[in-house]
């Protein structure tokens, strides 16, 4: 993966991430694909990682707001949770 974004190769980086591929993922210099995509000016790989990473949060974020736990409704902050089980 590393490789693939320091070098550009956007197909690469895709096929790799459609296969498991981590882009996340920190070498031994604790640097991350998109680090090396971006140093390397790969401005295709770095709009597409971060691209990739905008819908993650996205995600996580929604998850975060419908987690239900015992006593609230979906979505509703914890200042308006009810106390009564």
């Not at 070498?27 to 140093?39: E, H, I, M, V, Y």
Request: charged letters at 35%; a negative charge; glycine letters at 6%.
């Amino acid at each position: 993966m590393h490789w693939a974004c320091a070098n550009g190769d956007e197909k690469m980086v895709k096929l790799l991430l459609e296969h498991g591929g981590d882009y996340e993922m920190k070498n031994f210099r604790n640097r991350t694909p998109f680090d090396w995509a971006k140093d390397n000016d790969k401005e295709a790989v770095t709009k597409y990682l971060t691209q990739l990473n905008i819908e993650k949060i996205k995600r996580e974020s929604e998850e975060e707001k419908n987690k239900v736990t015992p006593g609230t409704e979906p979505g509703q902050p914890p200042s308006e949770q009810s106390t009564a089980l």
